[in-house]
């Protein structure tokens, strides 16, 4: 194609209008392609690209169905062990609470926690991951300063944490380089 890649469908062929204007009439090469032939194989390529893109899209949510039932059973294999450790530490207060069988206001209240623990743990074991999200997403919109402000204290915490956990410097080397500096 002489003057650019893409047929210009108004000016009838390839090359675009000449420098001379679109009324100049040019003459016919033999072994060029005729206008319709070009507007046929754009619409043939226009095709194949709108099927690729079809698959394309098709491939696209059956990784996303896929990647969302691996994430779902993840989480229900996780919520079970979640739910065995609520009961688990149920499980330790209400024996804990024994130790104080002398104090009854004291045992009541770990017996109190304990069962809530309990009923946290069953109720964990029941539901589904599509009804604990619904749950966080109706808390957020009944109190979006709450989760806002959860947001921020675990951000805080985590950072406190992350900050902790890193690897102290040669502690030795600072001690003893402050204490040349009292002296």
Sequence with gaps: MAGSEFPNPSSGHAGGPSAAGPSVARPADPGA?????????????????EDIA???????????DAARAQAQDYVERRKGDAAQSVNDLAKTLRDSSRTFDDRPNIKAFFDSAAEGLEQLGGSIEARSFTDFYEDAEAFARRAPVAVAVGTFVAGFIAARFIKSSSLPQDREGLDGHRASHRA
């Design 33 to 49: 392609p005729s206008a319709a032939g070009e507007q046929a194989d754009w619409r043939g390529l226009k095709g194949d690209v």
């Design 54 to 64: 079809d698959v394309a899209v098709e491939r696209g949510r059956g990784l996303m």
